[in-house]
């Protein structure tokens, strides 16, 4: 499978807890999102990736959040501190280098449960 | 008012119907227009992308663009129960990486 890949598929915490979620983009994408999808709603922007360079922050991601992307390649999104408002599917994108084209492909998301 | 406004239905139709999906937006800078297609507990998935104005058509799907007023459309054509699914328009701006999207409309394709 060449898609957008998400770790792991499911994830149950406890309030206070921390989590990480681990996004591996489309091979030669330089150009990776995460977003979050709560029921109902449509996925609403968290943050962007151009190689390594965390370029756009929301301001929906709170001190509690952090992004990396060290090597250009996969990215990992860690919540600290969990709280049941973060409840909700974290969706991962990429795109190719703008040459290629604009178009975001998803991954299949991670869907966090905060107790 | 959000920047993206989607009915979320949800739109019930016979098998075989043309769907008619719609979004209407406030931001005229939006050039980047896309609908995705998402299955319950699945990530969206692409159907169509195009820029600026005009229509595009794949296969049973047809989008158009009507930026003068704000206004997107995605067609289906010959409908099947297969795509009973939740439909999300997307959109963007010139140099702005972040997707903006509307609620999305829930389709449901009776056999």
């Known amino acids: 499978d060449t898609g957008v890949s998400q770790d792991p598929r499911h994830k149950i915490t406890k309030r206070g807890q921390n989590v990480t979620f681990r996004c591996d983009p489309i091979?030669?994408?330089?150009?990776l999102y995460w977003y979050r999808q709560t029921l109902g709603q449509g996925p609403e922007f968290l943050t962007y990736?151009?190689?390594?360079?965390?370029?756009?922050k929301s301001r929906l991601l709170s001190d509690r959040f952090s992004a990396e992307r060290p090597k250009g390649s996969f990215s990992t999104l860690e919540i600290q501190r969990t709280e049941q408002g973060d409840s909700a599917m974290y969706l991962c994108a990429s795109s190719p280098p703008p040459r290629f084209g604009n178009e975001q492909f998803f991954g299949p998301g991670t869907r966090l449960t905060v107790l | 008012q959000k920047e993206v406004e989607q009915d979320p239905g949800p739109l019930s139709v016979p098998e075989g119907a043309i769907v008619s999906l719609n979004c209407t937006y406030s931001n005229s800078a939006f050039q980047y227009f896309m609908w995705y297609r998402q299955y319950s507990r699945k990530g969206p998935e692409l159907l169509m992308y195009?820029?600026?104005?005009g229509n595009k058509e794949d296969g049973r799907f047809t989008a158009q663009v009507d930026k003068s007023s704000k206004y997107i459309s995605l067609f289906i054509r010959d409908s099947q129960p297969s795509d009973s699914a939740t439909y999300l328009c997307a959109m963007s701006a010139t140099g702005f990486q972040k997707l903006v999207f509307g609620t999305g409309t829930r389709l449901l394709v009776s056999p």
């Open positions: 195009t820029y600026s104005s």
């Open positions: 091979s030669e994408h330089n150009r």
């Open positions: 990736f151009q190689n390594e360079a965390q370029l756009e």
